[in-house]
């Protein structure tokens, strides 16, 4: 697992990844220099309402968050694609299957080691704009710490696809084209879909299908969407149901990557 | 004692669609007696990377099995106590050789208190010391191939597969790995050879065994194999002893042939070689050498691999 680290610094994933979050919180402060936050909050609050405070600076780190996590999200997927993809070409996997290590240990050393990067990054980014939201607004709310869980658990989910066919094809293009896919467009569809199925058609088979297909997809849109705003907003989770079949999706997948790399021939 | 026991290996590749078939190994069985050094000749596509990949558990057999030290290979464990060095490996370019032995040293099971002292004495073996804390992907192929043979045997193996291990090594690093293996031998290591340079193998080999499209063709220590049934240079001092033996009148089945220094001659058995001796001393010839002739190991393999191909047409 610490080898993936390694592998990760060595790969320039980290510089990668820092030089990102640098530019996104310079711009952070750049515009909080630029604008008279407390203006704009005054003015939106017109009765001093300090509760009402609160839930103007929780939107506005929410605002921010929206705009980073997609970023961070295809940035990890592009960044992690690899790791298993190298462990398997030929001159290196038979160094690693002749050592006395099953080869689940293997693949979920690089799961788990994989996560540890991603974790460290967005960590460091999500850490850094809450420090200075906080710090501009003199107001604290740990709340939108959350915001990493459902960022790192999100991913680990979209990792397992990549990890599955990572084993699968050997190569890293599959799996990124499959994860953005998902990311981007099947789980906000199947999201909106699942809602409005049945208003779109009466056809019993559709509506099977699109729901069915909804409870199979890790739902992206949900934890990153509703989810972790309701977290952050105090409102609580009120659906368990995405995290709950986001969580099974990641099973099955390493469960499945797994039994195929104990059985592949290399 | 057997260090390595194949039993019945059997791998047989299926293409995608599962029509195709390639018999990469078909039921082969042998034994490698421990503390020995065993070489394993075979043309490209013979099976001999196959049947080390199965030994090791990078590929799976489709019948059949092997131990290593009397443990079955599905035993993961086992490769605790072996080295391997792969064909064309490819390390982690990213790490320095002292932080390849020991990344590899760590997932081999080595003993971490000893692994710095371990891995500074292998670089010292391999002479690689001087080169220890650059990049990998600054070395050679002729370094790689020595950081190789470091890695495989970081963990203290006692059994040690090496594959095309002088591949890309100038003339006097292969001898230095030649020196390696002997000491290894001498430690009471067994060593499993793969290797397409035969000269290389005869010189450190105990046994050999010769694999062509999967099938053993032969197996046996290189001096029984490589010596010529019923052939022997005789060193006499004589002129025109193929005259002399016409003309005795003497019914032998041996024809002799001039070779420098003397003659070579077939005999049908042992009785006949006496025979021919008797024949000498009574003619008062001088012998001076009675050696049984022996085959390259090069014209043995390519005897023996046309022979099979001759026979599978």
Do not use: C
Not at chain 1, 206 to 213: A, P, R
């Amino acid at each position: 697992m610490l080898y993936t680290l390694r592998e990760a610094f060595a790969r320039k994933v980290f510089l990668f990844f820092m030089i990102i979050s640098g530019l996104i919180l310079l711009t952070e402060i750049v515009i909080f220099s630029m604008v008279d936050t407390e203006k704009i909050i005054v003015s939106l609050n017109s009765t001093g309402d300090p509760l009402m405070r609160g839930q103007i600076i929780e939107k506005i780190e929410l605002a921010v968050y929206s705009f980073i996590t997609s970023l961070l999200l295809l940035l990890a997927i592009f960044a992690s694609a690899s790791f298993v993809p190298n462990m398997l070409e030929k001159g290196t996997v038979d160094l690693f299957l002749s050592k006395p290590i099953s080869r689940s240990q293997l693949l979920l050393g690089k799961y788990f080691g994989g996560l540890l990067v991603v974790f460290i990054n967005i960590s460091f980014l999500i850490l850094g704009m809450w420090l200075l939201v906080s710090f501009k607004f003199s107001y604290w709310d740990f709340s939108f710490l959350s915001t990493i869980l459902f960022i790192v658990f999100t991913f680990a989910v979209l990792y397992s696809l990549l990890v599955f066919f990572g084993v699968l094809t050997q190569g890293s293009t599959a799996g990124m084209m499959i994860a953005y896919f998902i990311y981007i467009i099947l789980s906000p569809l199947l999201a909106q879909a699942y809602i409005q199925i049945d208003v779109w058609t009466e056809n019993k088979i559709y509506i099977y299908l699109v729901k069915g297909l909804y409870y199979i997809v890790p739902k992206t849109a949900e934890l990153l969407g509703t989810d972790a705003i309701n977290v952050v907003t105090g409102a609580g989770i009120d659906d368990y149901q995405p995290i709950i079949t986001s969580f099974l999706f990641l099973i099955l997948m390493l469960g499945f990557s797994i039994v195929l790399f104990r059985k592949k021939d290399f | 004692m057997n260090a390595i026991e194949i039993i019945g290996l059997t791998k047989i590749y299926f293409s995608s669609g599962g029509r195709k078939k390639v018999e990469a190994l078909k039921d082969v069985s042998f034994e490698v007696a421990t503390g020995s050094i065993f070489g394993l000749l075979g043309p490209n596509g013979a099976g001999k990377t196959t049947l080390i990949k199965i030994i090791l558990g990078i590929t799976h057999p489709t019948t059949g099995t092997a131990m290593l030290l009397n443990t079955s290979i599905d035993n993961y464990f086992i490769r605790r106590k072996i080295g391997y060095l792969p064909e064309n490996h490819k390390y982690p370019t990213y790490l320095t050789g002292v932080e390849v032995l020991k990344y590899f040293g760590q997932l081999a099971g080595a003993e971490p208190n000893s692994l710095k002292k371990k891995t500074d004495e292998l670089l010292e073996l391999v002479k690689l010391s001087n080169w220890k804390k650059n990049k990998i992907k600054t070395y050679s192929k002729g370094m790689m191939q020595r950081l190789g043979l470091a890695q495989a045997l970081i963990n203290d193996p006692e059994i040690i597969f090496l594959d095309e291990p002088t591949d890309g090594v100038d003339p006097i690093g292969r001898k230095e790995i030649r020196d390696i293996l002997a000491d290894l031998k001498a430690q009471g290591k067994t060593i499993f050879l793969n290797s397409h340079l035969l000269s290389e193998v005869e010189l450190v080999t105990d046994r050999i065994a010769i694999l062509n499209k999967g099938v053993l063709l032969k197996i046996g220590s290189v001096t029984e194999l490589t010596e010529k049934k019923e052939e022997y240079k005789i060193s006499v001092d004589a002129e025109n002893l193929i005259e002399e033996i016409a003309s005795s009148g003497r019914s032998f089945h041996l024809k002799p042939q001039k070779i420098n220094g003397g003659y070579s001659i077939n005999v049908s058995g042992d009785e006949e070689l006496n025979l021919f001796i008797d024949f000498l001393r009574s003619k008062n010839y001088l012998i001076k050498e009675i050696v049984p002739l022996k085959s390259s190991l090069e014209d043995l393999f390519i005897n023996i691999v046309n022979e099979s191909e001759k026979g599978m047409k």
